[in-house]
């Protein structure tokens, strides 16, 4: 038996689905890289750190288009959204990795960093309203 979400309210519902803030915080964070890799000769990892980000940005951004898409259907199904999520995040992964590997001499290992940042921006990005609104309710 599963218990439904405590309803949260419609501000921060719609903060989950923008890329505005994730997008700044990811562009003030890859300032900052982009200074301690400039100190430390690397300007190129901060390029592309700032590329890992976007990946990442670009990857959540592919998997509200396809949740929208699998739940506008009659009978929404999940293999569609896992299948889809898998190949995903192995062509992600094999462009983040070929990149550290390719563009090592040049800092391609920042992609690497990047993507990950990239990850926990977009994660805090979507549960700070949502924990926000539920402190609210209570």
Request: no cysteine; charged share 10%; hydrophobic share 60%.
């Amino acid at each position: 038996m599963t218990t439904p979400a405590p309803e949260v309210d419609g501000a921060a519902a719609r903060g989950v689905v923008t890329f505005t803030n994730p997008f700044v915080i990811l562009a003030g964070i890859s300032v900052v890289v982009a200074g301690i890799a400039a100190s430390f000769g690397q300007v190129w990892f901060a390029a592309w750190f700032f590329v890992g980000g976007l990946l990442a940005l670009l990857n959540a951004k592919l998997v509200v288009i396809k949740v929208a898409n699998a739940t506008a259907e009659d009978e929404p199904r999940k293999t569609p959204v896992a299948v889809n999520s898998v190949v995903r995040l192995a062509v992600v992964s094999v462009i983040a990795l070929a990149t550290a590997y390719f563009f090592q001499s040049i800092g391609g290992l920042g992609m690497i960093f990047g993507l990950a940042v990239g990850q926990i921006v977009l994660v805090l990005n979507t549960v700070i309203p949502v924990l926000k609104g539920l402190r609210q309710q209570s």
